[in-house]
């Protein structure tokens, strides 16, 4: 008998013989278990070690993605970032395992830090804790993602108080002023040279098999087509389709049913000056071409 028919049986009661049934990883588990609290007697819910991480890259639509993967009846997700391979690797494993949400057996746990893709010393550090991690990355047109993070950024220190002079600062700095050249050291001109950090991650976990890329202009326009790669690169069954999502016309995403993925996540962009945005795209072109070459796919960013 698969896990799934074991599962039923104690969905309904029958069954009181479920702790010594061998439970397999290959199984599907309906929805609803991720929170019946009677299963608890028939199967172990425990938190467990994450089996997949997703690295980055932040303002990428981090967010959408891992809201989205946790609908999969599958999958469960830690929902702050952990930032344990980065900021919090001195607290150890067992402080990390209890960062994750309780799992059934063979269901996958996934955790989402972004800041891992920029981190030095993350994928060593993931790779010594477990070798056969799944790594899933979502980038997007480094020029949108840089003015993003600008916008975010600038949004923040306002609802602070540090109001004009903090975006002020980040406008000189080159994002968005065309003054100035661009400053490649600027951390969101940074963050978006991707290629500056790819090579730490596909050394250790190889692509197709390990690491995966999402589009994540593509997890805007049509989430199902690119979460349906995703599943299948986890080697979960096909869970997604149009049915999960709703396209919100005032904000211009879609949605889960019930709720949008953040107040915060969706923002409306300046128009570039045009001699900015050309900038930009030259100081990104070679390095958006390198990506392309070591990731194996042309993203088509202009
Ligand atoms: N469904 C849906 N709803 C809202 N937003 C969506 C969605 N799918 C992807 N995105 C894009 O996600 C961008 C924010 O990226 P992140 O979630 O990675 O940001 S963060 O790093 O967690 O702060 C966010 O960037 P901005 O548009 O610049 O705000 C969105 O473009």
């Avoid at 220190?157 to 600062?169: L, V």
């Avoid at 406008?171 to 978006?192: A, F, H, M, T």
């Avoid at 290629?195 to 250790?204: Q, V, Y």
Wanted: glycine share 6%.
């Amino acid at each position: 008998m698969g896990i799934s028919s074991h599962i039923r049986s104690a969905h309904d009661g029958v069954s009181t013989e479920l702790h010594s049934v061998q439970v397999s990883g290959e199984h599907t588990v309906p929805k609803s278990l991720k929170t019946d609290q009677r299963f608890d007697r028939h199967f172990t819910r425990q938190p467990r070690l994450p089996n997949v991480i997703l690295v980055g890259v932040n303002k990428c639509g981090t967010r959408a993605l891992i809201t989205y993967l946790d609908l999969h009846p599958d999958v469960v997700t830690a929902k702050p970032e952990v930032n344990y391979f980065g900021l919090y690797y001195g607290r150890g494993e067992e402080w990390y395992r209890n960062q994750m949400p309780p799992s059934m057996p063979g269901q996958l746990t996934m955790e989402k830090s972004p800041k891992y893709y920029e981190t030095a010393e993350a994928p060593q550090r993931i790779h010594t804790m477990n070798e056969s991690m799944k790594i899933l990355l979502v980038v997007r047109d480094p020029v949108d993602r840089s003015v993003s993070n600008w916008l975010h950024a600038c949004r923040n220190a306002r609802k602070a108080g540090n109001d004009e002079t903090f975006c002020r600062t980040y406008e000189g700095s080159g994002v968005l002023k065309n003054e100035r050249d661009i400053d490649p050291n600027c951390e969101y001109i940074q963050r978006s040279s991707y290629a500056k950090f790819i090579e730490n991650w596909t050394r250790l976990f190889p692509l197709r098999s390990q690491l995966h890329v999402v589009d994540g202009q593509k997890l805007v326009s049509d989430p199902v087509s690119e979460l349906r790669k995703v599943e299948t690169f986890l080697g979960l069954r096909h869970y997604f389709t149009q049915k999960n999502f709703v396209f919100n016309n005032k904000i211009g995403f879609y949605c889960l049913p019930r709720r949008c993925i953040g107040k915060d996540k969706g923002v409306k962009h300046p128009t570039l000056d045009p001699l900015v945005e050309a900038k930009l795209r030259k100081y990104f072109k070679p390095l958006n071409q390198r990506f392309y070459r070591i990731v194996g796919h042309d993203f088509g960013w202009r």
